[in-house]
């Protein structure tokens, strides 16, 4: 509900989501009971939803991003979870609603069909723009948009014939436009009480105990990095998420569904543990009063799958401008 959420505050109301996940499906009705859910994008009953609510003002969605995730096998339109993205155009030829958006991992980017990259985004805009929308295309740093977070996200706007909406950053992260410094990690959490969270093991926090903020498995003793890495050790790239202690002047890394796991470690700058449950809401915008359903593991999940509300608000802002 992050997007939902940030378009609430410029004006659209959420009036059906679509929603697999049935610990999230409880979240959206403790919060939001009005909303009707469906669990099911490909198999979604558009005519009658139609006849129920139409017309729509938007259709808004993020298809699952594991098909598209640099962090997962990519296999896109071979994976059943990235058929949404079709489906999503699917029902837009449908309801032919005034403004589309949609949001996705920056894998989306190079996504391909047939071996030619990008044919993925390329498709998309095509098909929109052949029934009538003018479209935007931006790779999005949320912290460009007041989230204390660096997440880059694809955000895809288009409007049923009128201007494409244009994203407009409101933060920077240095001294240009006259615009405020990204938020950091201390401005967005330094405030709450302790809350629930998930726990380290023993096996990591022998390393994580020896790391100070902003410090990560490179800066362990010379004989201790290849144990603490293991296998990832001899692995590409610089790694820089393997045991990671979190900086308090900085925005936070891009928030993932587990801050336990080794390579997507989230520890807090002082303490040795990871983000807790109320950190995460708060990065991502998320009310303090917001409540989430279902075991820890769950929540996790649903807060680090969510699109920073700053984000979508932003996203808003950008449809209104245009409307």
Sequence with gaps: M?????????GLQTVVAVENDKHAQATIRLNRPDITIYPDAMNLPVNELLEKFGPFDAIVGGPPCQSWSYAGKQLGLNDPRGLCVPQFIEIVKIVLPKFVVMENVQG????????EPGAVVKSFCSNLS?????????????????????????????????PAPQLQPTHANCDIFGLPQWLTLKDAISDLPPAIGAKYAQSQLKYLKLLKAGQNWRTLPDNLQKEAMGGAFDGDGGRTSYFKRLSWDKPSPTLVCCPTQKSTCLCHPD????????????????PDDWQFCGPVAAQYKQIGNAVPIQLAEAIGKALKDVS
């Design 2 to 10: 992050g997007l939902d959420i940030g378009l609430e505050k410029c």
């Design 108 to 115: 989306l980017l190079t996504a391909s069909i047939n071996d």
């Design 271 to 286: 303490e040795d543990r990871p983000l807790n449950l109320k950190e995460y809401a708060r990065i991502q915008g998320f």
């Design 130 to 162: 052949d029934i009538g929308y003018k479209i935007s295309v931006k790779l999005a740093n949320s912290a460009d948009f007041g989230a204390p977070q660096t997440r880059k996200r694809v955000v895809i706007l288009a409007q049923l014939n009128g």
